[in-house]
């Protein structure tokens, strides 16, 4: 039984060139959340998913950053034209249907580090 | 705006001893809190969660205490081990405030053996 899959594990992008990060949930959870985190901080909120529909971007940047969840495979959180305060840890966390989200339990992925020379 | 932080950055206890990690959070409307632990180089691990109808909630070694009055929510580890050692985080929701956990800063748990 799986867990949630996150790939690459860590990204190296120069300056300007695109960051594409992946997040396969676990099996049955139909909710994706993303997270950043930087040293030594805690993890901050990006954006929450379900199949095909953004419920919740509050946390994201308004410009460069998107996301998606398609029907099928894995969401997919995007930056474009990275810079080097976009380096950081990634996180993705999934969830079952149902309930009042967040108080399903997320579970976490193992996190991509980008790197942004 | 409204925040959840930590009082200890870093805790030092000897393995066998109890820990006690505190966090303090601001928005009185909260109403779901979680304790995380995270080992380096890893994901966040789901520890305990307490509502606010509950002052208290017990796991395996774990307990959650909220002080609403206070607004204080503190993880107590009993019979800390080494496998503990990991930085821990709270985190805290309010129903109709939308989907995020709002994280604090964490706290570094260290055990000496």
């Known amino acids: 039984n799986a867990g949630v899959m996150q790939n690459p594990r860590h ?6 060139q695109e960051a594409r990060l992946r997040c396969s949930p676990m099996k049955g959870h139909s ?28 946390g994201m940047p308004k410009e460069r950053f998107s996301a998606e969840f398609p029907k099928e495979g894995p969401s997919i959180l995007r930056i474009q034209q990275v810079v080097r305060g976009d380096s950081a840890a990634y996180f993705c966390a999934s969830s079952p249907p149902g309930g009042r989200p967040p108080l ?4 976490f992925g ?8 | 705006g409204e925040s959840v932080g930590l009082h200890l950055p870093t805790l030092s206890v000897q393995e066998g001893d109890n820990s006690i ?18 080992e380096s180089g ?14 208290k909630r017990q796991g395996q070694r ?4 909220l002080n609403k009055t ?8 009993a019979a800390t081990q080494p496998g503990d050692s990991a930085v821990y985080f709270c985190a805290e929701n309010k129903e109709g405030a939308g989907n995020m956990l709002t994280f604090g800063g964490g706290t570094r748990l260290m055990v000496k053996p």
Not at chain 1, 47 to 57: F, G, H, M, R, T
Not at chain 1, 104 to 107: S, T
Not at chain 1, 112 to 117: D, E, I, K, N, S
Request: hydrophobic residues 40%; aromatic residues 14%; charged residues 20%.
């Open chain 2, 70 to 77: 206070v607004k204080h929510l503190s993880l107590q580890i």
């Open chain 1, 104 to 107: 399903n339990e997320q579970f």
């Open chain 1, 31 to 58: 909710h994706v959340y993303w997270y950043r985190q930087l040293p030594e901080e805690g993890l901050k909120f990006m954006v929450y998913l379900q199949k095909e529909n953004i419920i919740d971007e509050s």
């Open chain 2, 42 to 55: 890893k994901g966040p691990q789901f520890i305990i969660d307490i509502r606010s109808n509950m002052d």
């Open chain 1, 110 to 117: 193992p996190g991509t580090r980008l790197t942004v020379l």
């Open chain 1, 11 to 16: 990204l190296v992008r120069r300056r300007g």
């Open chain 2, 21 to 38: 990690i505190n966090c303090a959070y601001s928005n009185s409307a909260s109403d779901y809190f979680i304790w995380y632990k995270q």
């Open chain 2, 62 to 65: 774990v307990t959650v205490l």
